[in-house]
């Protein structure tokens, strides 16, 4: 990586944290600028408004995601697939954590948000398919839309983090447990028994 692209990514990391903090309204461009130790117009050589850098934030990354969309999953049991689906979600999350945090707090007030809010939460990953596919056989239990699944999930898990995270980490001292919590209550709703 060359250093205009390392300072691209030290003001997107900084302005992420800043506005998963603070806020995207109460963020001052000077301040972005400030704390990756540049000035504001050398940011503004990168993006070219403070929403182009906001919508920069908030793209959400799964290293593995191309790789493993295609695996065919077939084979594993109702419960191996909802193990596999519940525990990859979860690690997205807390890897992006910033990003829904930004995602969650900004959409409803920026508009243009909405189709990184949708992107962020609607993967055609190699599980959702095959949950689709289940549910569509009856194997699993039928649910409207998948983005309803897609979201609720996303919305607790995130939920549980920002709540721990405010309590100074006390509810999730054991993350297994909060992982194994989470592919139970997804297993009752999908194949009715944890």
Not at 6 to 17: D, Y
Not at 64 to 81: F, G, K, R, V
Not at 100 to 113: K, T, V
Request: with cysteine; hydrophobic share 35%; charged share 25%.
């Amino acid at each position: 990586m060359n250093k205009g692209e390392q300072t691209k990514q030290r003001i997107i990391q900084q302005a992420r944290t800043l506005f998963s903090t603070t806020g995207y309204d109460a963020t001052k461009t000077s301040e972005i600028a400030k704390a990756c130790g540049i000035s504001e117009a050398a940011m503004y050589k990168y993006f070219s408004s403070k929403m182009e850098l906001l919508k920069a934030c908030v793209v959400t990354a799964e290293p593995d995601e191309e790789i493993t969309a295609h695996t065919d999953l077939s084979q594993s049991t109702n419960e191996e697939l909802i193990d596999r689906y519940v525990n990859k979600r979860i690690t997205m999350i807390e890897r992006n954590h910033e990003q829904y945090s930004i995602l969650f707090a900004e959409s409803s007030r920026y508009p243009e948000l909405s189709q990184y809010f949708d992107q962020s939460l609607y993967r055609q990953s190699a599980e959702i398919k095959e949950i689709k596919r289940r549910i569509e056989e009856g194997s699993m239990n039928g649910i409207q839309e998948i983005f309803t699944l897609e979201l609720g999930l996303t919305v607790g898990i995130c939920s549980i983090l920002q709540h721990d995270q405010m309590n100074q980490g006390a509810l999730l001292q054991n993350l297994s447990e909060f992982r194994s919590e989470m592919t139970r209550f997804m297993k009752y709703g999908l194949i009715g028994r944890p």
